[in-house]
């Protein structure tokens, strides 16, 4: 579904709402008033709910963004308010769902249309709020790599490619909208919002402010509880996301790779250096006369391509690896046996110093006459002894000890039966996996992936995922992993 199509399906919705508001329960007071308290509200709602499905993505990209924040006002007379950036990060996920449900619980006052004063100055605040992400995002579209937010006189044309976050998350993962066309959403949003502000006496009332108060707090704890299941309990009731239970991902990897390879160049937007324009060069124009444009005085800000046929998803970023680069992803996207993943996007834990014994051998050469009477080198055994290394002990978080003893069973009995087991972990070292290894007996394989990747995958720290012939047969929740004997009975056909 596109955006437009979504919108257009919202104004039939408040259409018939404000038909039914104005002449079945004869409520209304201005039937523009009305409209938009519908298609405002409505659009909250869905915006909120298909959110609210997956409130981890939404703390993710809320992560995202706070990253994006801190770098940009990092080195800056701003920069006094970075602290508080790693700080919001850290409870992303409490803000995710507070959002969430502000946002439809919002949307649900404005269908009703009590506390008319709270809820219009809510609502602009929000969209005011909303706006200062997208356009923040939107601008960054006009900062070069090579140069910082604040320095305007240094800002060039638009490239998407210079955004930090690259969509928005306004509707989850159920439409991705470029942070540009997600500002100018805002903006036009910000029409009905002044409107309601200014014009707040016109609006309708269905209910009394008893009865708005009773379904809002009804709502509420029904709606955190919703956001809570979608993460804590289970994975997301519906998976937008395109690693869903179902997809061939080979297929898909290869069909979309191969559409990008078949994008052609258009245009290069080149700058002059020494006058500073910036213009669009056809390519056969500048293949027949590249010569005419060296280095030393052109440089290469953009390309025009034709769109691919096929839109890239995160499947087309799909490669896992070992510690030292090696790539693995045919073990996932080309194996006739079943593979179970474990997908850890990050572990917590702490370490410190520690001093390790190890047990140090020591060998001589010696010479002596072997069988046929010739004297001959050997290398001898003489003793051995305990020597102390400095290094560092892991502490591993008590939830994932507490996770890993039924995961871990699980792993064992699988690769009994025949299976394959790996752990997919991002945002920790060769080092670590070893203690992993140790600490909790897993005769199993250690390797490494993009952690946003990973996030995309599966939302479960950690989920497991079965996979067979580059296709993902099911994924599971941490806490909701059947036995092995199910499973097998279920799926290992």
């Not at 020591?362 to 003489?382: A, H």
Request: glycine letters at 6%.
């Amino acid at each position: 579904m596109t955006l437009s199509t979504l919108i257009i399906n919202i104004g039939i919705v408040a259409i018939i709402l404000t038909l039914i508001v104005g002449f079945g329960f004869k409520k209304h007071k201005s039937w523009l008033m009305t409209f938009l308290q519908n298609f405002c509200g409505v659009l909250f709602i869905f915006s909120g709910w298909v959110k609210a499905i997956d409130p981890m993505g939404t703390a993710f990209k809320m992560e995202q963004y706070f990253v994006a924040f801190e770098s940009t006002f990092a080195d800056t007379w701003m920069s006094f308010i970075n602290p508080i950036f790693p700080f919001l990060s850290e409870y992303s996920i409490a803000f995710s769902v507070f959002m969430i449900v502000f946002e439809i619980i919002l949307g649900l006052l404005l269908l009703l249309g009590t506390k008319s004063k709270w809820v219009t100055w809510s609502f602009l605040v929000l969209i005011v709020f909303f706006l200062i992400l997208t356009g923040f995002t939107y601008l960054t579209g006009y900062v070069p790599t090579s140069t910082t937010f604040f320095d305007f006189a240094n800002w060039g044309a638009y490239n998407k490619n210079n955004m930090q976050v690259t969509d928005c998350g306004c509707f989850g993962d159920f439409i991705k909208l470029e942070p540009k066309v997600s500002f100018f959403k805002d903006v036009a949003l910000l029409l009905p919002a002044l409107y309601f502000v200014f014009k707040h006496e016109d609006m309708h009332e269905l209910v009394s402010a008893k009865w708005t108060n009773i379904i809002a707090i009804v709502a509420t704890i029904g709606l955190v509880f919703y956001c809570l299941n979608n993460f804590v309990w289970n994975l997301p009731s519906t998976d937008f996301r395109p690693f869903k239970v179902g997809a061939e991902v080979a297929k898909i990897k290869e069909a979309e790779e191969a559409a990008a390879g078949n994008v052609q160049v258009l245009d290069f937007v080149m700058k002059n250096k020494e006058t500073g324009e910036v213009f669009n060069l056809p390519y056969n124009d500048y293949m027949s006369n590249y010569k005419d444009y060296p280095k030393e005085k052109f440089e290469t800000i953009d390309q025009i391509k034709t769109e691919p046929t096929i839109e890239k998803t995160k499947i087309s970023d799909f490669v896992i690896e070992t510690f030292d680069g090696g790539d693995v992803t045919d073990k996932y996207l080309y194996n006739e046996k079943y593979h179970f993943m474990l997908v850890s996007y990050k572990l917590k834990y702490d370490s410190e110093p520690a001093s390790i014994t190890t047990i140090d051998t020591v060998y001589v050469r010696d010479s002596i006459f072997n069988e046929k009477g010739i004297l001959d080198t050997v290398i001898v055994k003489t003793n051995t002894e305990e020597k102390v290394v400095e290094g560092t002990n892991y502490i591993w978080a008590k939830s994932l000890v507490s996770d890993m003893i039924e995961i871990g069973e699980f792993a064992r009995q699988a690769i009994a039966d025949g299976n394959e087991v790996s752990w997919v972990i991002g945002g920790i070292g060769e080092g670590q996996t070893e203690d992993l290894k140790k600490e909790f007996n897993l005769p199993i394989e250690f390797f490494t992936a993009d952690d946003i990747l990973l996030k995309t995958i599966i939302r479960s720290n950690p989920g497991i995922v079965l996979w067979h012939n580059g296709k993902i047969i099911n994924k599971w929740h941490k806490k909701k992993l059947p036995s092995f004997s199910e499973v097998k009975s279920q799926y290992l056909k």
